[in-house]
């Protein structure tokens, strides 16, 4: 039994994000709740987030319960980029490149 859930056009680098998903993948949904709950960085609230969610799918599609969840997969993709410009001295600007993210984070039963 499979679920999974999908944040898209978060505003945060994928590189950070990922950052925070290797910290949880292959962990069990409680782990990966308590080891979100103490990680000091921005893209940890995004991913508990999102983790909270796949787990509420998977129990509304099946009779599942929460403690028989890990987190079978966690990935991010790059999101489109928002463009902008800084201005710089004697009339030069340099880009800035504002990146969003797609999270999404599957969670499965374990097969006994």
Not at 77 to 105: D, E, M
């Amino acid at each position: 039994m499979e679920a999974k859930a999908i944040q898209r056009y978060v505003r945060i680098t994928p590189s950070k994000c990922n950052q925070v998903l290797e910290l949880i993948r292959g962990l069990s949904v409680e782990q990966a709740d308590i080891t979100l709950q103490f990680t000091p960085k921005l893209g940890a609230r995004i991913v508990k987030k999102v983790l909270k969610s796949a787990v509420s799918n998977a129990l509304q599609e099946g009779k599942v319960r929460a403690e028989d969840l890990y987190v079978k997969e966690a990935v991010v993709g790059a999101g489109p980029t928002l463009k902008r410009w800084l201005p710089r001295a004697q009339g030069r600007a340099t880009p800035l490149l504002k990146r969003t993210s797609h999270v999404s984070v599957t969670v499965a039963t374990r097969e006994s």
